[in-house]
């Protein structure tokens, strides 16, 4: 709404102005305006009639004036968001004023008024979808081809890739695989990624043939033969990477630049026969600039380019180069191309001065009309959109200094903000890198020049980090999963804990005489719990979660808070099951063995007061592989074992890779070396080994749950639904080693009807959702799972508690009891 931006498919006719419906402003005095309330809009017509006069008598005004009209509409024709919406003054009657203030709200970044709800009127998202990505010699001719099916086709979208852009397709595994002749691009190659949408396959087939027959007949220039090199395809699988490059390209892009400065994204429009041109003007001025790794790509189909560049603001005269730059960016689009400056990203402060170079000075003044009219004062956002100082592009200017390698190629696009399980309750990973490139950069001023400000501010900002980044803070890794350049905030938090320790040696020393007596631990634990569960039979809900309140808050933050799914402790481990007698199989057949490594979570953890007669996890994951009639064999020294995630998350590195290395040890010695399948009943662990290992040979060895099950049991048992309606939550371990769809296909086969938590990550963290219960409560304040759920399956023991404690009457078990509970030993063969 702020910006009107419409992306890749929308355009200029589907996007905010055009598909709103209704929305809720709140002016600089404080009134309401809903507009889809006929009560408030008759309300704010008396109260603000002045106002509404206003805007009413400047429509008729710009309505009679046909030279302004005319440009206008010939301005909104393609993409522009330069400015305010001038255009609502020439849509809509003149004596509809509220309908032509929700109209001029759109794209006015807040500067008239604040936007709190919108209601959308709906487009028709087609099913059948296929793509095409095609390199093409030039970027004329590229541009040339949109022109063409922009005339002649109804595609759905173009987007244009410039060499820039095919250069970090070049480093991108899988569009290299699908497209290997991107490498073969020239300098001024260019490549175009084209979709066709439709309600039925044959609909679809129409559309594809008119695409390709526009392009043949254009006389255009491939790299390769388009039919043979470049087809269409209907493939989800393919065309997905197609699209998910393309949606990630501005940060990959900006992630190739030098550490220090910043990435900067203009986004300009013209018409569309002129795009090429265009195009081939603003690679040339880059270039003289010596903006060598500047990239123009974005959505052909409209005329709309993206321009991305990397610039440093660490000293005058690179503050002069983007000046110089910037003016005559702006010369070459407005005035050389009569397009917009701004396509859909908004004025904002870099383009207000040169607003009135791309409108003129009658609509420019209009513009200021409009301002004092909504906003007198100059409340609302001074200074963007519109702005009186010719330079003010050239101030307030965001450095990014250096601060870590592992985040120092952020360009905070917020892509991984989603995942966060902080994000409505201190940082997020965008948020956390910002603040850490503040904190380095006060450290690094020398403390004999440090002023008292800075001082102060340095001091503020590291007191504040304390539980808004670091304690908050999963490190779970989800982020990554969301960053176009693979940035994972979690290893800088964790980065920052082990450097913290080092200087609290006496941290150190705790954490490794409980890895060295890990078997004490470990076995300290389950009566610890079984206490735990006494004290809330006789004590009470409510006071035990009190005093572990109490407690929890004068340990700072270091003894858990209780919740009435703290588990039991575990039972005694089941012994390994052996076959009475071989199984019956061929000569090829691979044997039916297997090593299980319950966790040290599912040593310590049993299941939740009320649910003892399931047993432990591992009593479950035995039950399958006794009925699968799998020799079972645990690791040597199973009782002091531990992958090291719960140093590792600490910061005690050097700890938990002791850990590591003496389970790998024990791992290839009952593996034989990685011959044996290596099943972890925790996700999370096993995330943990496979980061940590030095030996390849076990790395194909090893198995989460739902994996084992899918890829060595699915065809050795019985199965039947034993549910009308399960929820599933895949730890975010899971989802990062890839087994998101083999979990939901284990649960499908035991119950009818499987609804995912929709949760990226519950904020657990090991132990950290139970000393910072605040994390997960607001990570899971987002779970609402259906009535119809009968219960819920993950595999991390943690998870699960956190998850049980958080919707609403449905208990979160490990998926090993479901599996359990739907399966069944094969009847022998008959002879």
Same mark, same amino acid.
């Given at each position: 709404?702020?910006?009107?931006?419409?992306?890749?498919?929308?355009?200029?006719?589907?996007?905010?102005?055009?598909?709103?419906?209704?929305?809720?402003?709140?002016?600089?005095?404080?009134?309401?305006?809903?507009?889809?309330?006929?009560?408030? !809009?008759?309300?704010?017509?008396?109260?603000?009639?002045?106002?509404?006069?206003?805007?009413?008598?400047?429509?008729?005004?710009? %309505?009679?004036?046909?030279?302004?009209?005319?440009?206008?509409?010939?301005?909104?024709?393609?993409?522009?968001?330069?400015?305010?919406?001038?255009?609502?003054?020439?849509?809509?009657?003149?004596?509809?004023?509220?309908?032509?203030?929700?109209?001029?709200?759109?794209?006015?970044?807040?500067?008239?008024?604040?936007?709190?709800?919108?209601?959308?009127?709906?487009?028709?998202?087609?099913?059948?979808?296929?793509?095409?990505?095609?390199?093409?010699?030039?970027?004329?001719?590229?541009?040339?081809?949109?022109?063409?099916?922009?005339?002649?086709?109804?595609?759905?979208?173009?987007? $244009?890739?410039?060499?820039?852009?095919?250069?970090?397709?070049?480093?991108?595994?899988?569009?290299?695989?699908?497209?290997?002749?991107?490498?073969?691009?020239?300098?001024?190659?260019? &490549?175009?990624?084209?979709?066709?949408?439709?309600?039925?396959?044959?609909?679809?087939?129409?559309?594809?043939?008119?695409?390709?027959?526009?392009?043949?007949?254009?006389?255009?220039?491939?790299?390769?033969?388009?039919?043979?090199?470049?087809?269409?395809?209907?493939?989800? +699988?393919?065309? @997905?990477?197609?699209?998910?490059?393309?949606?990630?390209?501005?940060?990959?892009?900006?992630?190739? !630049?030098? +550490?220090?400065?910043?990435?900067?994204?203009?986004?300009?429009?013209?018409?569309?026969?002129?795009?090429?041109?265009?195009?081939?003007?603003?690679?040339?001025?880059?270039? /003289?600039?010596?903006?060598?790794?500047?990239?123009?790509?974005?959505?052909?189909?409209?005329?709309?380019?993206?321009?991305?560049?990397?610039?440093?603001?660490?000293?005058?005269?690179?503050?002069?180069?983007?000046?110089?730059?910037?003016?005559?960016?702006?010369?070459?689009?407005? %005035?050389?191309?009569?397009?917009?400056?701004?396509?859909?990203?908004?004025?904002?402060?870099?383009?207000?001065?040169?607003?009135?170079?791309?409108?003129? =000075?009658?609509?420019?003044?209009?513009?200021?009309?409009? @301002?004092?009219?909504?906003?007198?004062?100059?409340?609302?956002?001074?200074?963007?959109?519109?702005?009186?100082?010719?330079?003010?592009?050239? @101030?307030?200017?965001?450095?990014?200094?250096?601060?870590?390698?592992?985040?120092?190629?952020?360009?905070?696009?917020?892509?991984?903000?989603?995942?966060?399980?902080? !994000?409505?309750?201190?940082?997020?990973?965008?948020?956390?890198?910002?603040?850490?490139?503040?904190?380095?950069?006060?450290?690094?001023?020398?403390?004999?020049?440090?002023?008292?400000?800075?001082?102060?501010?340095?001091?503020?900002?590291?007191?504040?980090?304390?539980?808004?980044?670091?304690?908050?803070?999963?490190?779970?890794?989800?982020?990554?999963?969301?960053?176009?350049?693979?940035?994972?905030?979690?290893?800088?938090?964790?980065?920052?804990?082990?450097?913290?320790?080092?200087?609290?040696?006496?941290?150190?020393?705790?954490?490794?005489?409980?890895?060295?007596?890990?078997?004490?631990?470990?076995?300290?634990?389950?009566?610890?719990?079984?206490?735990?569960?006494?004290?809330?039979?006789?004590?009470?809900?409510?006071?035990?979660?009190?005093?572990?309140?109490?407690?929890?808050?004068?340990?700072?933050?270091?003894?858990?808070?209780?919740?009435?799914?703290?588990?039991?402790?575990?039972?005694?481990?089941?012994?390994?099951?052996?076959?009475?007698?071989?199984?019956?199989?061929?000569?090829?057949?691979?044997?039916?063995?297997?090593?299980?490594?319950?966790?040290?979570?599912? /040593?310590?953890?049993?299941?939740?007061?009320?649910?003892?007669? $399931?047993?432990?996890?591992?009593?479950?994951?035995?039950?399958?592989?006794?009925?699968?009639?799998?020799?079972?064999?645990?690791?040597?020294?199973?009782?002091?074992?531990?992958?090291?995630?719960?140093?590792?998350? !600490?910061?005690?590195?050097?700890?938990?890779?002791?850990?590591?290395?003496?389970?790998?040890?024990?791992?290839?010695?009952?593996?034989?070396?990685?011959?044996?399948?290596?099943?972890?009943?925790?996700?999370?662990?096993?995330?943990?080994?496979?980061?940590?290992?030095?030996?390849?040979?076990?790395?194909?060895?090893?198995?989460?749950?739902?994996?084992?099950?899918?890829?060595?049991?699915?065809? @050795?048992?019985?199965?039947?639904?034993?549910?009308?309606?399960?929820?599933?939550?895949?730890?975010?371990?899971?989802?990062?080693?890839?087994?998101?769809?083999?979990?939901?296909?284990?649960? &499908?086969?035991?119950?009818?009807?499987?609804?995912?938590?929709?949760?990226?990550?519950?904020?657990?963290?090991?132990?950290?959702?139970?000393?910072?219960?605040?994390?997960?409560?607001?990570?899971?304040?987002?779970?609402?799972?259906?009535?119809?759920?009968?219960?819920?399956?993950?595999?991390?023991?943690?998870?699960?508690?956190? $998850?049980?404690?958080?919707?609403?009457?449905?208990?979160?078990?490990?998926?090993?009891?479901?599996?359990?509970?739907? =399966?069944?030993?094969?009847?022998?063969?008959?002879?």
């Amino acid at each position: 709404v702020a910006n009107n931006s419409s992306g890749m498919c929308c355009g200029v006719k589907q996007n905010t102005y055009h598909t709103l419906k209704d929305m809720r402003i709140v002016f600089v005095d404080g009134t309401v305006l809903d507009t889809a309330d006929p009560a408030s !809009r008759a309300a704010f017509l008396a109260s603000h009639a002045d106002m509404a006069a206003g805007v009413s008598n400047m429509a008729r005004r710009i %309505q009679g004036d046909e030279q302004l009209s005319a440009l206008i509409r010939k301005k909104f024709a393609i993409k522009c968001t330069t400015g305010y919406s001038l255009n609502a003054l020439v849509d809509h009657p003149a004596d509809d004023p509220i309908e032509i203030i929700k109209r001029l709200m759109i794209g006015s970044e807040g500067t008239l008024g604040f936007v709190s709800q919108a209601t959308y009127n709906t487009v028709v998202d087609h099913p059948f979808k296929a793509s095409a990505f095609i390199v093409f010699t030039d970027v004329r001719e590229a541009c040339r081809a949109a022109a063409a099916l922009r005339a002649e086709t109804t595609v759905d979208a173009v987007e $244009l890739f410039d060499r820039a852009s095919l250069a970090q397709c070049e480093g991108h595994d899988k569009i290299i695989g699908l497209v290997p002749t991107i490498a073969d691009a020239p300098k001024r190659g260019a &490549a175009l990624l084209i979709e066709c949408r439709a309600a039925t396959d044959a609909e679809l087939d129409a559309n594809i043939k008119s695409v390709t027959t526009s392009l043949d007949g254009a006389g255009l220039s491939y790299l390769n033969d388009r039919e043979a090199v470049y087809p269409f395809t209907k493939e989800e +699988a393919v065309y @997905k990477v197609y699209w998910d490059v393309r949606k990630g390209l501005i940060p990959l892009v900006g992630s190739s !630049r030098t +550490a220090g400065t910043s990435v900067l994204i203009e986004d300009v429009a013209c018409t569309v026969d002129k795009l090429g041109d265009m195009t081939q003007d603003l690679i040339e001025m880059f270039e /003289r600039y010596g903006y060598d790794d500047a990239s123009c790509m974005g959505h052909a189909l409209e005329g709309n380019l993206h321009l991305v560049f990397s610039q440093g603001f660490r000293n005058d005269e690179e503050v002069k180069r983007y000046a110089a730059m910037m003016q005559e960016l702006c010369e070459i689009v407005a %005035q050389k191309y009569q397009g917009s400056l701004k396509a859909e990203h908004g004025t904002g402060r870099n383009v207000a001065p040169f607003v009135e170079m791309e409108w003129g =000075t009658k609509a420019y003044d209009i513009m200021w009309e409009l @301002k004092e009219m909504f906003d007198p004062h100059y409340v609302l956002n001074p200074g963007v959109i519109l702005n009186r100082d010719p330079d003010t592009h050239q @101030k307030f200017l965001k450095p990014k200094p250096v601060a870590d390698p592992i985040v120092d190629m952020c360009m905070e696009c917020g892509f991984c903000e989603s995942n966060c399980p902080s !994000r409505d309750l201190s940082l997020t990973p965008r948020q956390r890198i910002t603040v850490y490139r503040e904190i380095s950069r006060l450290q690094d001023v020398p403390l004999a020049t440090r002023t008292t400000e800075q001082q102060a501010r340095l001091d503020e900002f590291l007191d504040i980090f304390t539980y808004e980044g670091n304690s908050t803070c999963a490190a779970d890794g989800m982020c990554q999963v969301k960053c176009p350049v693979g940035i994972n905030t979690g290893e800088l938090i964790k980065s920052l804990r082990e450097r913290e320790l080092k200087t609290a040696t006496y941290a150190t020393r705790g954490a490794n005489a409980l890895a060295n007596n890990f078997s004490a631990f470990a076995g300290a634990v389950p009566p610890l719990l079984n206490l735990v569960n006494v004290a809330h039979s006789v004590l009470g809900a409510g006071v035990l979660s009190t005093v572990s309140s109490a407690l929890n808050s004068a340990s700072y933050n270091y003894v858990p808070v209780w919740n009435p799914h703290m588990p039991l402790g575990a039972p005694k481990l089941p012994p390994p099951h052996k076959p009475a007698a071989a199984t019956v199989a061929s000569a090829r057949a691979l044997p039916r063995k297997v090593v299980y490594l319950p966790s040290c979570v599912t /040593r310590m953890m049993g299941p939740s007061k009320g649910e003892e007669e $399931l047993g432990g996890v591992p009593d479950a994951m035995m039950s399958i592989l006794k009925k699968a009639n799998y020799e079972v064999v645990y690791p040597a020294g199973l009782a002091s074992q531990c992958c090291g995630m719960l140093f590792n998350s !600490r910061g005690f590195k050097a700890t938990s890779a002791t850990k590591g290395a003496e389970l790998e040890a024990a791992l290839m010695e009952a593996s034989e070396g990685g011959k044996i399948p290596i099943v972890v009943d925790t996700s999370p662990c096993l995330a943990q080994i496979k980061e940590q290992l030095t030996n390849p040979a076990l790395r194909f060895a090893l198995y989460e749950p739902a994996e084992f099950i899918s890829n060595h049991l699915v065809d @050795k048992l019985e199965w039947r639904k034993v549910r009308d309606h399960v929820a599933i939550h895949v730890p975010c371990s899971s989802k990062k080693l890839g087994v998101e769809n083999t979990f939901a296909k284990i649960a &499908a086969m035991c119950a009818k009807e499987v609804t995912p938590s929709g949760i990226a990550c519950c904020g657990m963290a090991g132990d950290r959702g139970m000393r910072f219960p605040e994390l997960t409560g607001s990570s899971l304040s987002y779970l609402d799972l259906p009535k119809s759920c009968s219960d819920g399956y993950s595999s991390s023991r943690t998870c699960e508690m956190s $998850l049980s404690n958080h919707s609403d009457g449905v208990p979160f078990r490990g998926l090993v009891y479901l599996v359990d509970e739907a =399966t069944s030993a094969k009847a022998a063969a008959t002879p």
